[in-house]
């Protein structure tokens, strides 16, 4: 179909004339940041005027910038809490937003303490729709002929909760997969899944997952990329593959669906497409039964173009097993998001994953930044900065401002910018701006952690050997305390031989070397940190964590795991799945800094 030259766009030739409008709109709002910026607060505090929260800091109505930074405080969810418990207790009265709230969208449930709640309204559904609806026509820049197949996404809903007041409770992607928007999308040739949408809806994790795989293995041929929310969620699918394939090859060869399967929408939904299929089944076997699972992604999803998931963050620790299972796929991180808001999309996706920057779209929200500058002391807090006014290279902690009714809010993500699309900032995901780890005056973040890990499993190459997955906690009952690092490692079974006691000691001082001078201060001169730990646990313990997790709330979607641990229940598990401890052998390299 020929395209109409007049809607032709800066990012690229566009696949067909829908696309052409999505890129028109990026450039329409990322041209004209500043002023979509100013309008989309103008509505917000318009349309809240009369609300509780606005009244309380005597905002009377106005629209302006400089008033309503003036008057109204920045903030986090713990000063939000009791309006929150007000809502969800069953407060129908105007608190946060003149509309009403139509459900709460949980946190992950990942972190210590209780899942937090974020108020939201009907009309932000269409505003994530939005954001979603762009992001195909980005990928189809980069990556041609993905009308010509399917995907094979691994989509999960949590079935909800509701509040003392009546108000549904659940994950953004659940409240997103439920919707209309979802459920009753119009066909579009560029977003064909190969699962139905009784398998993604089905509450019962095991069904949805067995399902979503057998419906993907019958449509091999069709799949052009596969996806999850994280990567970690496609690693458990392929870890789901490795532990139920004889039960898939058998549904396949007999063309009868697996006992296990009781849900009965789900059950009529397949049968109506699973037909005895000999061949199809002797390849499955044929490849599932192999030691080596290199490559199994395009071994048996041949056609596959790249892997749709998020790889930043925390989430870069699984770009080495990734790259293993999928023969060294692209790996395409397209969007930004959180249950408070939806931010912005790749406008790059096939970038390498260090390289992924996410271009804010400024009529999501309204957008301010604040200087995160851990090194400086100042006794006046850093001023905020308008989206438009960032500078390449620093870093910012994100605040923002919904249609929801969350005002100056901190999400606690650190981005550092890295250019501009038009007058729209480009940002780098940094981290959670939380701290890991810390024994005494020593902070160790996210980011530090994992380098420091990277940096350690760099040693166990020879021995073809990685580190699939880890946590940590800070061990205080002993003294001096120490931090301790789990690992659940992945030999390859061919050619590798598991890690000698010598080699892993080394792995735990090579962390410690990596870890920031005041760490190693505390290790060397201060005696106030006791050796790093490494303790191994068995193949599939991080799997079992997450089922702990799922099993308490937690949303199989957005699951991550935690860089640190120090719920009881949790570090009980991991001790019990534990076959070798180490420790450092030997006190960092720390030398005192000079003085003026």
């Not at 995901?429 to 530090?448: G, M, P, Q, W, Y």
């Not at 952690?449 to 009952?477: C, D, F, G, I, P």
């Not at 050619?495 to 735990?508: A, I, L, Y």
Request: proline share 6%; aromatic share 10%; hydrophobic share 35%.
């Amino acid at each position: 179909m020929a395209v109409d030259s007049s809607l032709s766009s800066p990012l690229g030739p566009p696949a067909c004339e829908k696309d052409a409008k999505a890129l028109q709109f990026i450039e329409q709002m990322t041209r004209n940041a500043d002023a979509v910026q100013q309008t989309v607060l103008a509505e917000i505090l318009t349309r809240n005027a009369a609300t509780e929260y606005l009244r309380r800091y005597s905002l009377d109505g106005t629209t302006d910038p400089h008033t309503f930074k003036g008057k109204l405080p920045v903030i986090t969810y713990e000063d939000l809490e009791p309006d929150i418990q007000r809502i969800a207790n069953g407060d129908r009265s105007p608190i946060l937003s003149s509309h009403p709230i139509s459900e709460f969208l949980t946190s992950s449930g990942t972190s210590a303490g209780e899942r937090k709640l974020m108020p939201t309204i009907k009309e932000e559904l269409d505003r994530r729709q939005l954001l979603y609806s762009l992001l195909m026509p980005v990928m189809n820049l980069y990556v041609p002929g993905l009308d010509k197949g399917k995907g094979l996404y691994f989509l999960f809903v949590k079935s909800e909760t509701r509040t003392p007041g009546g108000l549904l409770a659940r994950p953004v992607l659940t409240s997103y997969y439920k919707s209309d928007h979802f459920k009753t999308r119009p066909y579009d040739p560029f977003v064909v899944y190969t699962s139905p949408n009784e398998a993604i809806l089905c509450p019962d994790s095991f069904q949805s997952m067995y399902t979503q795989m057998l419906c993907g293995l019958l449509q091999r041929h069709q799949v052009l990329r596969l996806g999850a929310v994280f990567a970690s969620g496609l690693l458990r699918a392929i870890r789901f593959l490795q532990l139920n394939w004889q039960d898939l090859a058998n549904d396949i060869r007999n063309g009868t669906l697996n006992t296990k399967i009781t849900d009965p929408s789900l059950r009529d939904c397949i049968e109506k497409i699973l037909k005895p299929d000999a061949e199809l089944a002797d390849f499955v076997s044929d490849e599932c039964s192999k030691e080596d699972w290199e490559g199994i992604v395009t071994r048996i999803w041949p056609k596959t173009k790249y892997l749709d998931v998020i790889v930043t963050g925390a989430m870069a620790q699984y770009i080495p097993t990734l790259d293993y299972y999928s023969g060294g796929l692209p790996l395409a991180c397209t969007m930004y998001a959180s249950s408070e808001c939806y931010f912005g999309l790749n406008l790059n996706p096939m970038c390498k994953p260090s390289e992924v920057s996410y271009t804010i779209m400024p009529n999501m929200a309204y957008f301010e930044f604040l200087p995160h500058e851990p090194n400086t002391e100042s006794d006046s807090p850093p001023k905020l900065v308008d989206l438009v006014d960032v500078e390449v290279g620093k870093e910012y902690e994100l605040v923002i401002t919904t249609y929801a009714g969350l005002y100056r809010y901190r999400v606690g993500d650190i981005l550092r910018v890295t250019g501009f699309h038009n007058a729209a900032p480009q940002f780098h995901f940094v981290r959670r701006k939380n701290v890991v780890l810390s024994i005494d005056s020593d902070k160790t973040d996210e980011a530090e952690l994992q380098k420091a890990v990277e940096n350690a499993s760099k040693l166990l190459k020879e021995w073809k050997a990685s580190v699939v997955e880890y946590t940590s906690y800070a061990e205080t009952k002993t003294i001096p305390g120490h931090y301790v690092i789990y690992w659940e490692l992945m030999v390859k079974e061919a050619e590798g031989k598991w890690p000698s006691k010598e080699v892993m000691e080394e792995c735990c001082l090579a962390m410690e070397e990596s870890l920031n001078s005041v760490y190693r201060q505390g290790r060397v001169a201060d005696h106030s940190i006791g050796a790093l730990e490494i303790r191994v646990v068995k193949n599939g313990t991080f799997e079992e964590l997450m089922d702990y997790a799922i099993s308490r709330g937690a949303s199989i979607n957005q699951y991550k795991v935690p860089r640190c641990v120090n719920f009881t229940p949790i570090m009980e598990l991991l001790d019990s799945r534990v076959i070798s401890a180490h420790f450092s052998p030997a006190l960092p390299r720390w030398t005192p800094a000079r003085t003026r």
